[in-house]
Antibody, heavy 125, light 105 residues
Framework: EVQLLESGGGVVQPGGSLRLSCAASGFTFSSYAMAWVRQAPGRGLERVSGISGSSTYIYHTDSVKGRFTISRDNSKNTLYLQMNNLRAEDTAVYHC??????????????????WGQGALVTVSS | IQMTQSPSTLSASVGDRVTITCRASQSVTTWLAWYQQKPGKAPNLLISKASNLESGVPSRFSGSGSGTEFALTISSLQPDDFATYYCQQYENYVTFGQGTRLEIK
């Protein structure tokens, strides 16, 4: 059974930093792309960052470029999201999600067949 | 690619047949998925490739469409189906629709 367990959420002041982790089990972690998908209060889903199985391909949405860094440690079956210079609009539940492929093929990517319950990040003074 | 779902909210009763639509701003061929999300829970993949039902998903759910117009149909609503539904295209990177909340009438 696939399990994804996020940790590292919390309350941080604007301009602060947090590091999210996602511990994965139940599948061959290095064979699949992973992503962080966030959901602001009362809002829809937004893919924030994605990373291929071998870390060769990395994606960040425009609003977080230069502030967030996605990474993975395949020896530890763990996905990370380093978030710096946080803003109020980054407040959301951050889910890690397992892609159905190792990486996008050109622009054609993948859907997500397993999700974690999410980590709440609140940016407030 | 922008994904637009309609309606934003749908009120229905147990036993009803309901359809949620998803429109893409350009063709995504059939690279479209549907998810169900309940409050405080993670999204759950229902359908991939526009019409492929995921393992364990009840057969009352079905997906259809290609190009820019897609639909998720629930043939006979059950109490467990009241939730929010999202479409997601993966033809050109990844984008989600804004969601459709299915509520009890």
């Amino acid at each position: 059974e696939v399990q994804l367990l996020e940790s590292g959420g919390g309350v941080v002041q604007p301009g602060g930093s947090l590091r999210l982790s996602c511990a994965a089990s139940g599948f061959t972690f290095s064979s699949y792309a992973m992503a962080w998908v966030r959901q602001a209060p009362g809002r829809g889903l937004e893919r924030v960052s994605g990373i291929s199985g071998s870390s060769t391909y990395i994606y960040h949405t425009d609003s977080v470029k230069g502030r967030f860094t996605i990474s993975r440690d395949n020896s530890k079956n763990t996905l990370y999201l380093q978030m710096n210079n946080l803003r109020a609009e980054d407040t959301a539940v951050y889910h890690c999600a397992k892609g159905t492929l190792e990486h996008c093929s050109g622009r054609r990517c993948y859907n997500f067949d397993s999700w974690g319950q999410g980590a709440l990040v609140t940016v407030s003074s | 690619i922008q994904m637009t779902q309609s309606p934003s909210t749908l009120s229905a009763s147990v036993g009803d047949r309901v359809t949620i639509t998803c429109r893409a701003s350009q063709s995504v061929t059939t690279w479209l998925a549907w998810y169900q999300q309940k409050p405080g829970k993670a999204p759950n993949l229902l359908i991939s490739k526009a019409s492929n039902l995921e393992s364990g998903v009840p057969s009352r759910f079905s997906g259809s469409g290609s190009g820019t117009e897609f639909a998720l149909t629930i043939s006979s609503l059950q109490p467990d189906d009241f939730a929010t539904y999202y479409c997601q295209q993966y033809e050109n990177y990844v984008t989600f629709g804004q969601g459709t909340r299915l509520e009890i009438k």
